[in-house]
């Protein structure tokens, strides 16, 4: 069974930083991209970062240059660094893993590429 479990959130002021965690079991991150998405209130889920089985590593636009995804494949966990954070950072943010082996979508992943989601871990910014 693949499970994904995020940890991490919390409340940081604007200028902060947090570290979000994703442990992956189940799927090898070796084989398997995972990306991070976001949802703030009243908004639509947005596509935030995400690497591929080869470590190859993509951002949106607004978070690129402050947030930093990386794996450590021995633990099977990816990681969000999220530094410099704004007030409009603030959403709950979810872990997901690929439904498909090998693939590496660049900077278009689509919701529907990855089947397995976590409950998502709150982040407030405080200005």
């Known amino acids: 069974q693949v499970q994904v479990v995020e940890s991490g959130g919390g409340l940081v002021q604007a200028g902060g930083s947090l570290r979000l965690s994703c442990v992956v079991s189940g799927r090898p991150l070796t084989r398997y991209g995972v990306a991070w998405f976001r949802q703030a209130s009243e908004k639509e889920r947005e596509w935030v970062t995400s690497?591929?089985?080869?470590?190859?590593?993509y951002y949106a636009n607004s978070v690129k240059g402050r947030f930093t995804i990386s794996s450590d494949n021995a633990k099977n966990t990816v990681y969000l660094q999220m530094n410099d954070l704004k007030p409009e950072d603030a959403a709950v943010y979810f872990c997901a893993v690929d439904r498909h082996i090998l693939r590496d979508w660049g900077t278009t992943p689509r919701r529907i590429d990855y089947d397995v989601w976590g409950q998502g871990t709150p982040v407030t910014v405080s200005s």
């Open positions: 690497i591929s089985p080869s470590l190859r590593t």
